[in-house]
């Protein structure tokens, strides 16, 4: 809840991704714009404007239902430090063979 409350959208959009890129280990993320609305507390109109910008950006290609991450290191730059204290937490507590 706090990172809904300080951080940008674009940035917990990024964090968001990357946390199901590292569980999934794909690039290629079936994901709708409802979904996405509901997960980062906002409207559908402003996933899209979000999405477009990391397109523009470069990080992602976005269609419908479907969001491929193209640069992941960018993508890691946007996202906020939420992502790094999920991720080291989640490879503390888990072994490796039940991380992906």
């Known amino acids: 809840m706090a990172c809904n409350a300080l951080h940008s959208v674009e940035a917990r959009f990024a964090r ?8 999934i280990s794909t690039n290629t993320i079936a994901l709708t714009q409802e979904f996405l609305a509901d997960m980062l507390g906002v409207q559908r109109t402003t996933v899209t404007a979000a999405a477009r910008t ?3 950006r470069g990080m992602i290609r ?3 239902g479907v969001v491929d991450i ?13 992502y790094g204290a999920v991720r080291s937490t989640y490879e ?6 039940l991380r992906n």
Request: aromatic share 6%; charged share 35%.
């Open 16 to 23: 968001w991704l990357l946390t199901c890129r590292d569980r």
């Open 54 to 56: 990391m397109q523009d």
């Open 62 to 64: 976005y269609r419908r």
């Open 70 to 82: 193209i640069d992941r290191p960018a993508l890691e730059a946007a996202a906020c430090e939420c």
């Open 92 to 97: 503390r507590l888990l072994p490796p063979s």
